[in-house]
């Protein structure tokens, strides 16, 4: 592990925007408005089918980067730490706007060279629906209000770390298109001896909104990365297996303790849907992998 000082006068932030034109502006202005202003601001417009790209290169100031076709989230940082100039690199989701000191409260930690990144908190912003309101009950981007040394991950909407320790660790698992990219990087780091810390004070809120359909499909994304092994090689006995011993024994009745407990009972028609959802989704995955089974009728992408 490399153990040199790190010159915090300069630093780069890039966003990973993938059709993200309703949000993007507000997140580019977040960043202009900061109290330590950052050197580099970069776009990594991933093959958006939006106005994302027209959006960004309407500010000056912002650098725009273009991937032809859209190649997932972990390409994108890629992206972002070989275009970065500098050696501190944060990363904004472009559903998020930070408050004005959230640069100067990462940048702060680096005087520790063993700290390799720093994250933030993300407060959710957009609670008009019941998707939205069981996104920050079951899905919180954070680790709650007291600092913490060497939290399980550092979430990806917004963060900062040394470009030489991503580059020592590997860089980010392209294959991870949608998510998981996050706990690999931060796990892959801490194997190599580096430190991560976790401060609530620099803040960004979430603007995202849901529908039942689409909360669902990212928590099951969620749960998918997280188990890389049935993700990769997934098996019907499995799917069956799943079902009954993770999704309902696990997954639907801690859901529904958790918002019974916390009398949340407006969610428990999630919890519900979730419980036929997931098996659902993971009956599409078994599918995808065995395009010639002939119960193969419904499109393969997952």
């Not at 993300?122 to 996104?135: C, K, P, S």
Request: hydrophobic share 40%.
């Amino acid at each position: 592990m490399t153990k040199d000082l790190t010159t915090v006068d300069k630093m780069s932030v890039y966003i990973p925007a993938y059709n993200s034109a309703e949000f993007l502006s507000r997140a580019i202005d977040g960043l202009l408005a900061q109290t330590f202003p950052a050197d580099e601001i970069l776009v990594i417009d991933d093959g958006s089918r939006d106005a994302t790209a027209e959006i960004a290169a309407r500010y000056t100031a912002v650098a725009l980067v273009r991937h032809p076709h859209n190649s997932g989230l972990g390409t994108a940082r890629n992206t972002g730490f070989r275009t970065a100039r500098n050696e501190l690199v944060a990363s904004l989701d472009a559903d998020c706007v930070p408050d004005p000191g959230w640069l100067a409260g990462l940048v702060r930690h680096f005087d520790d060279p063993k700290v390799a990144g720093v994250g933030g908190r993300l407060i959710e912003g957009n609670q008009r629906t019941v998707a939205d309101r069981w996104r920050r009950a079951h899905m919180a981007q954070e680790w709650g209000d007291q600092p913490l040394h060497n939290p399980s991950f550092l979430f990806g909407c917004n963060n900062m770390f040394r470009k030489s320790a991503v580059r020592e660790a590997g860089g980010y698992d392209e294959s991870m298109r949608t998510n998981g990219e996050d706990t690999d990087i931060s796990r892959r780091l801490r194997e190599k001896g580096w430190d991560l810390l976790y401060d609530p004070e620099p803040r960004v809120v979430h603007l995202r909104h849901d529908t039942t359909r689409s909360i669902l499909d990212t928590y099951w994304r969620w749960w998918r990365f997280g188990v890389r092994a049935y993700a990769n090689g997934v098996r019907l006995r499995s799917v069956l297996g799943h079902a009954l011993f993770v999704h309902f024994r696990h997954t639907f009745l801690d859901l529904v303790r958790s918002d019974l407990n916390a009398r949340r009972f407006d969610l428990l028609g999630v919890d519900l849907a979730a419980l036929g959802y997931f098996p659902y989704r993971d009956f599409r995955l078994w599918l995808a992998a065995h395009p010639k089974s002939p119960s193969h009728r419904v499109s393969s992408e997952v």
